[in-house]
C-alpha cells in the first residue's frame, strides 16, 4: 500500500482563524514532509520530520506549526494566515530521509483558500 | 548549488502521438538521485522513476521510458503512444549524493514543470 492520505482535500479559512491540516501513511516510513505549492509553481519544502523529530524548518513563518503525534501522523496547525499563505499543501513521506530508501511519496494534497 | 532546468513549459500533442520532456540538470556532486513525478489536474504527485547516478542505462516501463545521460547532464522522458490520461504536469526533480544520510539528504531541486496536454 504506497498510500499517503490528507484531509481535509479542500478548506476555506478566515485570517482569524485556527485549522489543522492532517496526513497519515501506513507504509511504515520514517520521514514525512509538508510542502507548499503555489499554481504554476513546484512544490517548496516546508517542513520534514524524521523518526517523529523535527529535521529541517525552511524558514516557515511561525503561524504553520508542525506536529508529528506518531510515526504515521504529520498535522499542520494554521492560526492566523495571511490570503498569500492560499496554495496546495502537500504532505510526503518516504522509508527513510536519504541514502537508498529516499524516493519521496505524496498524498493528494489540501487546497487552502485563505480569505 | 543543484539546479534542474525544464525549457519546455507546456507542450500540446495529438493522442497517439509520441512526445519527449526535457530535463538538464546540473550539480557538482558526483552522485545523486534523478526523479520523474507526474501532477495531474487533482494534485497529487506521483512517483514515476528514480535513477541513481550510477546507473546509466535507459529504462523502459510500458509506454514510459527515460534516457539518461550523465555526458549531457540531461534526463528525458518520452511517453510513446500518448493517451488523453497522460495529460499532467510532470517535474524532473534532483537530490544530493547517494552517500548522504544526514538532514540535507531529503532534499529534492525541482524544475519548474513541463505541462503536458494530450488532444483527442
Known amino acids: 500500500d504506497t498510500e499517503v492520505t490528507q484531509t481535509p482535500k479542500h478548506l476555506v479559512m478566515g485570517m482569524t482563524n485556527k485549522k489543522s491540516l492532517k496526513c497519515e501513511q501506513h507504509?511504515?516510513?520514517?520521514?514525512m514532509y509538508w510542502y507548499k505549492q503555489k499554481a504554476k509553481k513546484p512544490p517548496e519544502l516546508m517542513f520534514v520530520?524524521?523518526?517523529?523529530?523535527?529535521?529541517i524548518n525552511e524558514s516557515v513563518p511561525s503561524r504553520f506549526s508542525p506536529e508529528c503525534p506518531n510515526s504515521s501522523l504529520l498535522n499542520l496547525h494554521l492560526h492566523a494566515l495571511q490570503p498569500e499563505d492560499s496554495a496546495l499543501y502537500l504532505c510526503?513521506?518516504?522509508?527513510?530521509?536519504?541514502?537508498?530508501?529516499?524516493?519521496?511519496?505524496f498524498g493528494p494534497g489540501t487546497r487552502l483558500t485563505v480569505l | 548549488a543543484q539546479k534542474v532546468t525544464q525549457a519546455q513549459t507546456e507542450i500540446s500533442v495529438v493522442e497517439k502521438e509520441d512526445v519527449t520532456l526535457d530535463c538538464v540538470y546540473e550539480?557538482?556532486?558526483?552522485?545523486?538521485?534523478l526523479f520523474w513525478y507526474k501532477q495531474p489536474p487533482s494534485g497529487e504527485l506521483v512517483f514515476l522513476i528514480r535513477?541513481?547516478?550510477?546507473?546509466?542505462q535507459n529504462e523502459i516501463s510500458g509506454r514510459y521510458s527515460w534516457n539518461f545521460q550523465k555526458s549531457t547532464s540531461s534526463f528525458n522522458f518520452t511517453i510513446t503512444a500518448s493517451q488523453v490520461v497522460d495529460s499532467a504536469v510532470y517535474f524532473c526533480?534532483?537530490?544530493?549524493?547517494?552517500?548522504?544520510?544526514?538532514?540535507?539528504?531529503?532534499?529534492?531541486?525541482f524544475g519548474k514543470g513541463t505541462k503536458l496536454s494530450v488532444i483527442p
Open positions: 510526503a513521506s518516504s522509508q527513510d530521509v536519504g541514502g537508498t530508501y529516499n524516493e519521496q511519496f
Open positions: 507504509m511504515g516510513h520514517r520521514a
Open positions: 526533480a534532483l537530490s544530493p549524493p547517494i552517500s548522504y544520510s544526514g538532514a540535507g539528504s531529503y532534499q529534492l531541486t
Open positions: 535513477r541513481n547516478s550510477f546507473d546509466e
Open positions: 550539480t557538482r556532486d558526483t552522485t545523486y538521485y
Open positions: 520530520y524524521s523518526y517523529e523529530k523535527l529535521s
